[in-house]
């Protein structure tokens, strides 16, 4: 036997790839658009009908492909060419979203669909999101009634979690804001998403994508101010969503204060420059003392870069909010003000782990600064505190609690005796 191994035989002659060749489908919409067409005439008014006959076609139509003109069918009743007008290759259906009812249960029922259409075909949720954001670019080719439907449908269907409200942005385009569609469709979607969820729910959506501080937008840049804005969502019977802007506005006013005042303490601006403009922006923004000695604490806080080591930390602090104290005391002139500034302080010293042991001493340089009143640490300490590192600061300042009671009790006897 030889050891030789048998050589493999091998191919000659020239290789053929059997491969398919990578050719496009042609984009054909419309037979896809008479299929569906077909469909909800045979299915009527029954939008459980519709949904079972959708739900079907997915399986056979190219849902994947054609899912703009599905969209376009079930909202208008054919493909829409740019603008809004229908597409005149195909006789429209009459059994779509703008001709139903015009009532909040109906509009309820159409999002129903759509909310099952795309659970179950799951792909479909961004095409969706963006048929949205394109309807709304052509609200100007739609008819009043027909722009009155597709808010409601949309309020629904952003409360049921369907859509998120990036799509909003298609609102602040230049034209429609100018002739006031987008404000007017803005109303009904409001509504109708509160007819559904709660403000709570609403604002955590627009938050969620950076939509909370552009509502303002809606408006032309000659109205955008937060008067306008309030009182044209008021007078359209959404207070909720005028309080919500308008808290919004406050907020930012507030940051962009705190920014500032922080530049001006890196500047080394006098105090009574700091203490006019602060003074100023409380009166021109409605801001209550409470809230401006928050965050008046905040800025002085941070305007230094603090030490890492905490027996280095409390020496700094207190440096800083002696040379601070005359702004701290010009915004605690009332009661309540000055019982707010300790919470703060209560709040940082316990976020900042390094400040732990430094809450005593810091009190006690206010109250010789006279920042600080005696009777609003008397009531921090038996009722006024939070739960933060309540047992460590009530132990810190024990000490000063009796110090202070029996200087008050002492001076109490000693206007008796004046009597």
Request: proline share 1%.
């Given at each position: 036997m030889s050891n030789q191994r048998q050589q493999k035989p091998t191919l000659t002659g020239q290789r053929f790839k059997t491969r398919k060749r990578d050719e496009k489908e042609r984009f054909d919409p419309s037979q896809f658009q008479e299929s569906i067409i077909q469909g909800l005439n045979q299915t009527g008014t029954d939008l459980e009908a519709v949904a079972k006959f959708l739900d079907a076609s997915g399986a056979k139509l190219d849902y994947r492909r054609y899912a703009e003109t599905l969209f376009d069918i079930l909202v208008a009743g054919g493909m829409l060419a740019p603008g809004g007008t229908l597409s005149e290759d195909v006789t429209p259906t009459e059994f779509c979203l703008f001709k139903a009812q015009e009532d909040i249960e109906t509009m309820?029922?159409?999002?129903?669909?759509?909310?099952?259409l795309i659970r179950r075909?799951?792909?479909?949720?961004?095409?969706?999101?963006?048929?949205?954001?394109k309807l709304l670019l052509f609200l100007k080719g739609f008819t009043e009634s027909e722009r009155n439907k597709l808010a409601m449908l949309t309020g629904i269907l952003l409360a049921n979690g369907n859509l998120s409200a990036s799509i909003l942005s298609s609102l602040f385009n230049e034209n429609l804001v100018k002739e006031g569609v987008s404000a007017c469709f803005a109303v009904k979607l409001f509504k109708s998403w509160l007819s559904?969820?709660?403000?709570?729910?609403?604002?955590?959506?627009?938050?969620?994508?950076?939509?909370?501080?552009?509502?303002?937008?809606?408006?032309?840049?000659?109205k955008r101010s937060c008067e306008h804005f309030s009182k044209y969502f008021t007078?359209?019977?959404l207070k909720e969503i005028s309080d919500f802007a308008r808290n919004q506005q406050s907020i930012g006013a507030r940051k962009e204060l705190q920014k500032e005042l922080q530049e001006q303490m890196a500047r080394g601006d006098p105090l009574k420059d700091i203490i006019a403009y602060v003074r100023e922006e409380m009166k021109k923004n409605?801001?209550?003392?409470?809230?401006?000695?928050?965050?008046?604490?905040?800025s002085v806080m941070s305007?230094?870069?603090?030490?890492?080591k905490e027996e280095l930390v409390t020496e700094q602090a207190i440096k800083l909010l002696k040379q601070y104290s005359p702004l701290l005391k010009a915004f605690t002139s009332q009661g309540l003000s000055?019982?707010?500034?300790?919470?703060?302080?209560?709040?940082?010293?316990?976020?900042?782990?390094?400040?732990?042991?430094?809450?005593?001493?810091?009190?006690?340089?206010l109250y010789k600064a006279d920042v600080l009143s005696e009777e609003a640490i008397l009531k921090w300490y038996n009722e006024g505190h939070v739960t933060k590192g309540k047992s460590v600061f009530l132990e810190q300042m024990k000490k000063f609690v009796e110090w202070l009671k029996n200087a008050e009790e002492e001076s109490e006897s000693e206007e008796e005796e004046a009597d």
């Open positions: 309820q029922a159409y999002a129903q669909v759509f909310n099952k075909y799951k792909y479909l949720e961004k095409g969706f999101e963006e048929e949205i954001k559904e969820k709660d403000i709570s729910s609403v604002a955590t959506s627009l938050r969620k994508v950076g939509m909370d501080n552009r509502l303002m937008e809606l408006f032309p840049a000659n007078d359209a019977g409605n801001i209550s003392e409470q809230t401006m000695i928050g965050l008046i604490w905040l305007s230094v870069e603090w030490n890492k000055e019982l707010t500034l300790l919470l703060k302080i209560q709040e940082y010293c316990y976020d900042n782990i390094h400040f732990m042991k430094a809450f005593q001493k810091i009190v006690v340089l």
